[in-house]
């Protein structure tokens, strides 16, 4: 295996800012929040935005059935080989921030600027592809777009999604002039791509904390998402004696400290109660009710597997031993994703190359290449966010760490279109 | 001391039920909850019944300023002697029970009938009483009537104090053609009354435990009340490994046991954490902020502020120990009352006469008496509420243990009423 060819243009990170900040205005809200939830407007005009660049760029964009926006670029010495697909995606969690999906967005769009620029062509095409409606907040399920293209979701049950007004997925494509009818043509089959490339931020600490510039993701963590019903008995608070209560919330409490427990005990698992609701949650009543909502992630799924089922063993075991009620319900359990150990190879070496410092590393956030990664050897690269923080205004990754993410993209993208993978 | 005298026609059972049934239909709403927010409509109503019945029992009933109905029993053989008065209060909570105060209104209308069809007039007059807005749903503060009679509450504070929809109480008062330029006049003097008398539900668990059908009330809790804010950060729940996170409701947690520990641990102190509320409240997000509620109660000051330093020392440790901030704030901290141990024997006496088995208890619960015990000798007997459930359609007393309790009030009242408190 050779080193991917680094004798070429270097990337340029004042277009990739500029780019970046072209996005950023896009949905900007006066709060500093990006607001481009799936399908509305301002996620529209990003899109456009997109395929306006695509076309200076000499790569005519196309659109799927799903709103899912590609852009070859011509050229490709050998039009029988499957074409390399990079990208991510532009649609954002309401009041997210400017680097979430665009970071690998604009990322594909300088890896494609440089290579027009180079001129020589490549052995196989190259793609830029952004998805549609990656992030859940708006249907309740992610990385939409991405999982119809790999056949994960079934085009028939993904028009019935409804969003928070109650408006079905299928009427919300229908109104954009979009396609439902045809959604089965957005999956496309094994071997139509050679692999796909993704850049995306962290949204955790790990680089921060481990002082590398760029994460090569070996997994993908996959949630398993328990959500709990404790009930007790709602009591009044001053004329119930401690010794009588069936006390739901201190029952919780518990749970909320073993899912900590089991996680900090469990290696390469980790475990959260991210939702707490009690119920009458007033002062002056000892609360009847609660409701959590647990995830676990692992990109190893025995490990999740016995968490998930330590956890439920311990809840079961808390509800009794405070004569409370425990009912779990599984709401989701998927499998993580474990990505080409061969486009790991070519992002590590191309990382090396370039003297980038970079960390092999699971993602535990889920991306479009978790979907991708079903059709096409699939590989992601991740570059740090500060303070970890994502899906907020505070949201920040500087714009030199994201150049050398994008340089390691174009050389690890260069020795693929001409390569393949190996 | 003498025994109260029992030589008398005893209180009738089946009219304290209709009455009871009478007050349950106003305000009555389709799923069998009551429900007369304060100076609402069937609020207003339910006072309108009970000044009909307070006429058709010859005491001509009186509104003061604030809508506190009172109706004097005539014919006392001493007019200089000031009046025993009983009662209680007709506003629920929004989807209260049909006992919650009712009971109290309709034991002392019956003592009333009794004492009219008895005939021999008594030493001392006796008066009834409906105090308004007891219950702090609407205000957020309970007790008010009784409270500006016992001269606790600054009328032009009053005055301010809004409801959910902003309205104040003063433009509520003036809209229902009471007088809120006169809420001054609403306050009575210490001496004015002899003693003042309550039964109420006991809406605990204490008097269905240890198997008696009545409460005599020694002393009641008032709670401390606090609202702790814990700051962690919010970070993704997949992205962030465990020893990264500073999790809030993990905090939170530890907080709400060593709540419960240090209650169950003090002697004749009640601590309940009631209000959970989490940011963001998400499944992919490690809670960044979590807020609290916590109320503290006891009859003995001392050992209620040794619980509530002992918490908020809790707090501080955890909160350190776990790299959180947390801010407490103190709501209120309201002295508990000791009622007059000369109107608790008297009760006590009169109990033991009828052969109604009774104990000495505190109420957790806050009532008017609680204020009215700043002006005069007060007392209280709590009746059985089934599984201690109240504020809610579920709320039962049978209405045997109501004429039982209402049988050892009338006894009390004669005693008074004859002898004063001794």
Redesign the interface.
Known sequence: MSHPSIDLAPVDAGRLRVELQAFARIGYSADGSINRLAFTRPDLRARQVLMHRLRSLGLAPRVDAFGNVFGRLPGARDPELSPVLIGSHLDTVPGGGRFDGSAGVVAALEVAAVLRERGPVLGRAVEIVSFACEESSRFGRATLGSGLVAGTWDPGEVLTLRDARGVTLGQVLARLGLNPDRLADVRRNPGDYTAYLELHI?????LE?SGSRLGVVEAI?A?T?LRVDIAG????????????RR?A??G???V??AV?RI??RASGV?????????EP???????GRVEL?I?I?STDPTRKAEVAAAVQQEIAAIAQARSLQSIPHVLSDEAPVTLDPRVVDVLERAAAARGVPAVRMA????HDAMQMARLCPAGMLLVPSR??????REEWTPVPDIAAGTQVLLDAVLHVAEHGVR
């Open positions: 962290e949204q955790g600490r790990v904390e963590a949630p998402r008995r709602a009591d009044h608070s001053g004329a119930t004696p401690m010794p009588l006390d919330l201190a919780a409490a518990e909320i400290l900590e996680g900090r980790v475990a959260t109660v991210g939702v707490i609701r009690a949650n007033a002062m002056n009543v000892v609360p909502g995830d992630r993602s535990g956030a889920g303070a970890g923080i994502s899906h907020n």
